[in-house]
């Protein structure tokens, strides 16, 4: 898949655009994790993407899906956000010409690290500090951040759980001073990052931090101590949460022979 990846950046710096694998993947190479999804940054767009690729689709503004040898990935144009609705979705996005420019509206710091297509790492704003002192920070002022998109302090608490990173001091303030725009998240959406942070290793970790945060109102579960659990379910049926959570049917019956089985 990494190679495949390399691949596209070659063939886009062939068509005379820069093209960059960005996110999660880079992180998790230069600490050594493996993993698959590549997403790529690069100032081509979907006509451009279009004429150089055969099987490419839009997603969203700026953003496609690309078929190539029989792997998916992920593309964005570099792009802007310039407003935010309902502390969540960007409302206005606008194209920009420049990989900075294109860094600074995303979540984290430690995600901000770039390969190019000779597989160089890219570090514009300090990501690999940050991983290496493993902390966690925002890109932008985090009050802003997370006023922005309320879902970050979801995933703040999720790479902290993850990675076992440490969340800077003001990150951690702004999570609290912030917590309130979390009731604006979907049910959907909250339980997608919950389901995350409980499917991993280390999800006590994240159920200390929605404890020490003060976030358990907010998200509408109770936390009971010294959970052990074999799965995300099973860390769900050790809780106590609102009927809005939007389990399936079979969830619910997982969850429900957990508890009998307690």
Not at 117 to 130: F, Q, V
């Amino acid at each position: 898949m990494y190679e495949l990846g390399l691949e596209i950046l070659s063939i886009l710096f062939q068509h005379k655009f820069e093209a960059y694998i960005v996110g999660g993947f880079p992180r998790d190479m230069y600490l050594g994790i493996e993993s698959n999804d590549i997403d790529i940054t690069t100032n081509a767009d979907l006509n451009d993407l279009q004429n150089i690729f055969d099987n490419v689709k839009e997603n969203g503004f700026m953003s496609y899906i690309l078929e190539y040898k029989d792997h998916v990935f992920q593309i964005t144009t570099f792009r802007k956000d310039n407003s935010y609705v309902d502390n969540r979705k960007p409302d206005i996005q606008e194209r920009v010409d420049t990989l900075d420019e294109d860094l600074q509206r995303r979540d984290f710091i430690i995600n901000t690290l770039c390969i190019n297509r000779n597989g160089k790492y890219i570090d514009l704003l300090g990501a690999k500090e940050d991983i290496d002192n493993k902390i966690i920070r925002t890109v932008k002022e985090p009050n802003i951040s997370f006023r922005e998109d309320a879902l970050r302090m979801l995933r703040c608490i999720r790479f902290s759980s993850l990675l076992g990173f440490t969340i800077d001091e003001n990150t951690k303030n702004a999570i609290i001073a912030n917590k309130e725009l979390i009731r604006n998240l979907s049910f959907f959406r909250k339980k997608q990052e919950l389901d995350k942070i409980f499917s991993d290793i280390n999800y006590q970790r994240g159920l200390n931090l929605i404890k020490e945060l003060g976030l358990e109102e907010v998200l509408s579960i109770k936390i009971v101590n010294n959970i052990y659990a074999d799965d995300y379910l099973h860390v769900w049926a050790s809780l106590e949460y609102s009927d809005e959570y939007p389990f399936t049917r079979k969830e619910k019956a997982v969850i429900e022979l957990y508890r009998q089985s307690n």
